[in-house]
T-cell receptor
């Protein structure tokens, strides 16, 4: 079972570059979300989606865009990378509300220089 | 969602029982207590969830007193591989996403 798959695992960007972090799940989950985790900190919510075509902002959405055209995929776009976006990014999904078990991907470690 | 407070770090030795307490004074009637475990360089993993009294699974037990203002995650006979960060979260079915605090960094020593 693949679960939640994130690509790439590592990425180095130059300031001002844009890129898309990919997230795919094969569990037919409705809820998907993106978090970032800075060193020694807990995870902070960036954007989330409660179903295809529906997205909303989390705690730290600035500098990021998302879309949810299919149930399976929830890409995160960095519009113009900044050093402050250096972090580890995790994608998560759950069947319905987040009171059910959430499954996390392995993370994407992003460095912006 | 109610804010949670838990110790920043704990040390233990192999074979011991570890209890991590979490405070959630403002927990609402519809809220549950959910614990996640995170190993270095990995995403968090669901451990256990409860509403009141005691819940036990193959990994841990969760104790919740009647007033539900706190909860205790109990890990029986820990091993080195239980070294991880443990997050206590308040969750519900109202459409809220997961809110993580700083977690408790558990170090298990030989």
């Amino acid at each position: 079972n693949a679960g939640v798959t994130q690509t790439p695992k590592f990425q180095v960007l130059k300031t001002g570059q844009s890129m898309t972090l990919q997230c795919a799940q094969d569990m037919n989950h409705e809820y998907m979300s993106w978090y970032r985790q800075d060193p020694g900190m807990g995870l902070r919510l960036i954007h989330y989606s409660v179903g295809a075509g529906i997205t909303d902002q989390g705690e730290v959405p600035n500098g990021y865009n998302v879309s949810r055209s299919t149930t399976e995929d929830f890409p995160l776009r960095l519009l113009s990378a900044a050093p402050s976006q250096t972090s580890v990014y995790f994608c998560a999904s759950s069947f319905r509300e987040m009171n059910t078990e959430a499954f996390f991907g392995q993370g994407t470690r992003l460095t912006v220089v | 969602l109610a804010k949670t407070t838990q110790p920043i770090s704990m040390d233990s030795y192999e074979g011991q029982e570890v209890n991590i307490t979490c405070s959630h004074n403002n927990i609402a009637t519809n809220d549950y207590i959910t614990w996640y475990q995170q190993f270095p360089s990995q995403g968090p993993r669901f451990i256990i969830q409860g509403y009141k009294t005691k819940v036990t699974n193959e990994v841990a037990s969760l104790f919740i007193p009647a007033d539900r203002k706190s909860s205790t995650l109990s890990l029986p006979r820990v091993s080195l591989s239980d070294t991880a960060v443990y997050y206590c979260l308040v969750t519900n079915n109202a459409g809220n996403m997961l809110t993580f605090g700083g977690g408790t960094r558990l170090m298990v020593k030989p």
